[in-house]
């Protein structure tokens, strides 16, 4: 229902956003930072239109050099928006394959250099893993989710895949844990009431933090970490 009511309210403006979008992908003169903040433009309007608001905290975690990963829990395709509409610095993600020929979606991979990962194919997943990581180095900022696919049980963690973490620990970089609440709500819940989705950016996990750790137990306490903070504040807003 909420998809819909955004697809309404946004009826005459879809097209235009659509082939801006498209464009982006095709024109090599787009370069991925203007591809991201058109695609913010885009998101904030659709999360306004789907009477959907974002909170967010933590900002100041962020590295202040770009070239990081966000490694966030996942409750569902709206957690994409969240960040895109949150995030002050241009980034891309990893998707999974079944979700990549989504109409809007599949334009949005091509315009911001994202990739489409098949979780069966562990060859062609590491081809991804390896490329995120070169770009990473670059100075590109990536998200991807460490559970691989969404929960189903609400602000409720699955097991973090170690493999995810293969990426930052190849690039060397920071890896950002960031505690999704709530962003389950807007597209699994069947209705238009407004709601709120928190978004909590947490300190940076170093290089020199996690050089000598293997990646299942990288993995794990990232898990923790983002696990400690949901419940933080889930008895904050109980009391």
């Not at 608001?53 to 975690?61: K, R, Y």
Request: charged letters at 25%; glycine letters at 6%; a positive charge.
């Amino acid at each position: 229902m909420r998809i819909a009511l955004m697809v309404v309210r946004l009826f005459f403006q879809v097209p235009y956003y659509l082939f801006r979008v498209w464009w982006c992908g095709v024109d090599k003169k787009t370069t991925y930072e203007e591809a991201f903040w058109l695609i913010k433009k885009i998101t904030k309007k659709a999360n306004y239109a789907g009477r959907v608001i974002i909170e967010d905290h933590g900002l100041e975690n962020l590295p202040g050099e770009d070239g990081f990963i966000l490694f966030p829990n996942h409750q569902g395709m709206f957690d994409v928006l969240v960040f895109l509409e949150s995030c002050p610095r241009p980034f891309s993600f990893v998707a999974k394959k079944e979700v990549s020929n989504i109409i809007l979606l599949k334009q949005v991979i091509k315009a911001l250099g994202a990739y489409a990962m098949d979780r069966e194919d562990i060859r062609q997943s590491m081809k991804v893993i390896n490329a995120m990581a070169e770009d990473v180095k670059a100075g590109r900022n990536f998200l991807i989710f460490p559970e691989g696919t969404r929960s189903k049980m609400g602000n409720k963690l699955l097991e973090f895949k170690g493999g995810s973490f293969k990426s930052a620990t190849k690039a060397k970089c920071p890896i950002v844990p960031c505690a999704l609440i709530d962003s389950f709500k807007p597209f699994d819940e069947n209705s238009v009431r407004p709601v709120t989705v928190k978004l909590i950016y947490m300190p940076p996990i170093y290089y020199e933090e996690y050089k000598n750790m293997k990646t299942v137990d990288i993995a794990a306490e990232v898990k923790r970490r983002i696990e400690n903070t949901i419940e933080e504040y889930m008895q904050e807003n109980i009391l």
